[in-house]
């Protein structure tokens, strides 16, 4: 596996996998690979010839006061991890590679779908990830891309910048990977200390006891949302950002639980802000 930092030594392998009539497959990361990354990176080998991983902890998505600089690093485990499970290059460009001296242009989707769940609270952060993944793409040119269903929101806004931009690309959303207590995995449950790791098991169960009550009948989907509130509330240790209950695609509001649903939430325990959903059809 090759390890790669400039984005001229990546289109020259791009170039060559092309002649060679190779597929592509892309997993970009931030690194601190865990679970969830590698079954993207697993799936990635299944689909395609060759896959690269890109590891960038992109300063454009964090806010200010956001955890840019704390952000967990480790390179060299992390290409251990993308290389046994079957990545042929991990590109790690450095910030100036990415967004050298004078960079100006940003991508920005309008509208609700970035503008609300975790749009609300981290005003700017759809726009760096929109504009960082538009650079990965135009560099890497991958046939298909792969993201994770934990940061549903950012795989709904992805879906739309493809399609607006004509970006010729097949996103390939993946399940979301759970820890044996049901806690999605996370870069940043690294954050948590013992009592809070404890506490973060509250929003997984929030989630599927509020499925079980749709299963049951429930409709309402300010009834379900309300359901998930109390239960979360009743963990000391967690200060809820949101809860919302919307369309699966459009991340707009619904008056009745029925199709294509999305149940997403962003819950702050201690320092640490998780979030976590589920996607119905119903
Ligand atoms: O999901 C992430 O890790 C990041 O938002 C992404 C897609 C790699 C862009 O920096």
Redesign the pocket.
Known sequence: MKILEAIGDIREEIKEARRNNKSVGFV???GYLHGGHLSLIKKAKEENDLVIVSI?V?PT?FGPGEDFESYPRDLKKDSSLAQSMGADIVFSPSIEEMYPLGCSTYVEIEGDITKKLCGASRSGHFKG?AT??TKLFNIVMPNRAY?GQK?AQ?VAVIKRMVKDLHLDVEIVPCPIVREGDGLAMSSRNTYLNEEERRAGTILSKALFEAKERIEEGEINPLKISYFIIETIESEPLCEIDYVEVVHGETLESIERVKGDVLIALAVKIGKTRLIDNLRLEV
């Open positions: 970009p990361t931030m960038f992109n998505q990830v960082v993944v993201f940061d950012q």
